[in-house]
RNA sequence: GGUCCGUUCGUCUAACGGUUAGGACUCAAGAUUUUCAUUCUUGCAAUAGGGGUUCGAUUCCCCUACGGACUACCA
């Protein structure tokens, strides 16, 4: 029987999810998918430093809004902290599983493949800045543990005694001396790095009885069966201590298959994709809208008015491509069609017009009762309310030039409010000494027009402006804006039967008293 | 500095040794639209550089350049 695929999305709680680890999980969940796999989220908080509260919450939410659903960690909203059928390896929260992990440090320390130091961070900061002086690299490894602090030197009372005597011990990794390890990744292929490059890692602290992230990761993922990694390139060069460690402790057979994406780079100049970006260029950087502690607010892709299958299909296309032409996929389709083999090397610039260009594609594919009742909820906020039938035909009508819900308002408010003020550019190319008059008129024959329908204004407006000699352009423009105050918008049968007779009366006649 | 990863139009990318190097976004032009958009058509625009290997390199190898990540008792 094959395998069945686990793949996990372990993001650690430091704030909001990034879209560069949104893209992560999307990969995880389609690869997990289509192979009738499961995805599991676990939260890594093992830095109890840089905890921020809200932050798991966001991560949730942030997944639930792109559809990607765990089908391990979290039920209900909230990670799951008891194991069951559903949630085998509860609790998922790797601070409480703290347990877990020192027996598996004390394992390589009594089998040789760790030992304990006592240096302390500020020695060691010391000693870097000596070496960088001297123009050196210091690594942490068999070149210099023996004269460090450490269980390899001292002696067993000493050491003893030292673990006694305070908590700032740490286990490290003794990482063998002079031998090239060989690793595989699915999207890089073939990679090799030779073991004197590399640090003694410290595994776990006892300062505060927790593991480090190269601890817990494999040990979790081990215990969690997780069967492949796909993680950011950030992760690539811990890739062979990770090796190592699956090794030493006796897991390497069934270590799992490992595949590192690129980053998601600035859409101008150098680096990689920030927060500062967004705020910079005008995009979001996240999925959902983030307040800080500070009280300072980042936007989301959901706020401004992103659908989230735009947002999860845009993301697909950052670093992968199908091969075809169709750029258009759901979530369903992108789980069929989505391939490892397929995920470009290369680190991908963020493009906001493309972006844009996402949603658009995907506001076109809603149905206009469904736009209503957002551009509904966005006319709510600014205190208008509207009659739904109203709003959809305004929707209809607005749809094919809108990229965003909130376009609707800018094309289309004076369905809403009559224009305040002029475009002057207009008026002067079109407003004649005659106008007026012929407004005048126009408004009493629309009064007394029985019929307002939108075909019957489109049959009558032309046919009396020919009958009486006007000019086409001229009167048809300063109508318009009459209407809309500017030089835009569908036709203006459409805007008038829209608008209604009263309406369209009352806003010509308010045109001639503004020009008069 | 060291280690590792990467490099095709401005951007996202296709072409798994033989193509006029294709598509999408952006931009420009034209057509349609009495407006603005839409739509349609067309156009601009790329294999980082240098060596190999080969009958033939975007594709394989090496070097250089450039970019990125990592280099914490953070993940």
């Not at 900061?125 to 210099?144: C, H, I, P, Q, W």
């Not at 993922?221 to 030493?248: C, F, K, N, Q």
């Not at 980042?298 to 075809?324: I, K, Q």
């Not at 109508?479 to 805007?495: E, H, N």
Request: charged share 30%.
């Amino acid at each position: 029987m094959a395998e069945k695929t686990r793949v996990r999305f372990a993001p650690s709680p430091t704030g909001p999810l990034h879209m560069g680890g949104v893209r992560t999980a999307l990969y995880n969940y389609l690869y997990a998918k289509q192979r009738g796999g499961d995805f599991i989220l676990r939260i890594e908080d093992t830095d109890s430093q840089r905890f921020v509260p809200g932050a798991e919450e966001y991560i949730i939410e942030a997944l639930a809004w792109c559809g990607i659903s765990p089908d391990e960690g979290v039920e209900g909203g909230k990670i799951a902290e008891e194991a069951s059928a559903k949630h085998p390896h509860a609790p998922y929260r790797q601070s409480q599983r703290r347990h877990l992990y020192r027996e598996y440090a004390e394992k390589l320390v009594k089998d040789g493949n760790a030992y304990y130091a006592f240096d302390t961070s500020e020695e060691l900061d010391a000693l870097r800045k000596e070496y960088e002086s001297r123009g050196e690299t210091f690594t942490y490894n068999f070149k210099v543990r023996h004269s460090l602090a450490t269980s390899l030197y001292l002696s067993g009372e000493e050491t003893e005694r030292r673990l006694r005597e305070n908590n700032h011990w740490v286990i490290r990794f003794k990482v063998p001396e002079d031998r090239v390890v060989k690793m595989s990744d699915m999207i890089r292929g073939e990679i090799e790095v030779n073991t004197n490059t590399l640090d003694d890692k410290v595994l776990w602290k006892a300062a505060d009885e927790l593991p480090t992230y190269h601890l817990a990761n494999i040990v979790d993922d081990h215990l969690m069966e997780i069967t492949d990694v796909i993680r950011g390139e950030e992760w690539l060069p811990s890739l062979p201590l990770h090796y190592l460690l699956y090794e030493a402790l006796g897991w390497d057979k069934e270590q799992p298959r490992f595949a590192h994406l690129s980053l998601l780079l600035k859409p101008d100049g150098k680096g990689k994709l920030s927060k500062r970006d967004g705020d910079r260029l005008g995009f979001p950087v996240f999925p959902l809208e983030w307040k800080n502690s500070e009280g300072e607010v980042s936007r989301g892709y959901r706020e401004d008015g992103y659908f989230p299958e735009a947002f999860v299909n845009l993301l697909a296309f950052l670093g992968w491509n199908p091969g075809t032409e169709q750029e258009i996929f759901s979530l369903e389709e992108l789980v069929n069609a989505f391939s490892l083999d397929r995920v470009v090397k290369s680190g991908a610039k963020f493009n906001p017009d493309k972006a844009k260009w996402y949603n658009q594609e995907y506001l076109r594919m809603h149905d206009d009762k469904l736009l209503a009742v957002g551009f509904e909820r966005y006319l709510a906020k600014m205190g208008i309310s509207s009659d739904i039938g109203y709003t959809e035909k305004i929707v209809s009508l607005l749809k094919e030039r809108a990229a965003f819900i909130s376009d609707f308002w800018d094309l289309g408010g004076y369905f809403f409010i009559a224009p305040s003020e002029y475009d002057m550019a207009v008026k002067s190319k079109f407003w004649k000494e005659e106008t007026p008059a012929i407004l005048g008129e126009l408004s009493s024959i629309l009064s007394s027009t029985e019929d307002f329908s939108r075909d019957e204004i489109e049959r009558i407006l032309p046919a009396v402006i020919k009958e009486r000699g006007w000019q086409m352009g001229s009167v048809m423009n300063t109508l318009r804006l009459a209407l809309v105050g500017a030089s835009k918008g569908p036709g203006v049968a459409d805007i008038i039967a829209l608008l209604g007779k009263d309406e369209t009366c009352a806003r010509i006649e308010r045109i001639i008293r503004s020009f008069a």
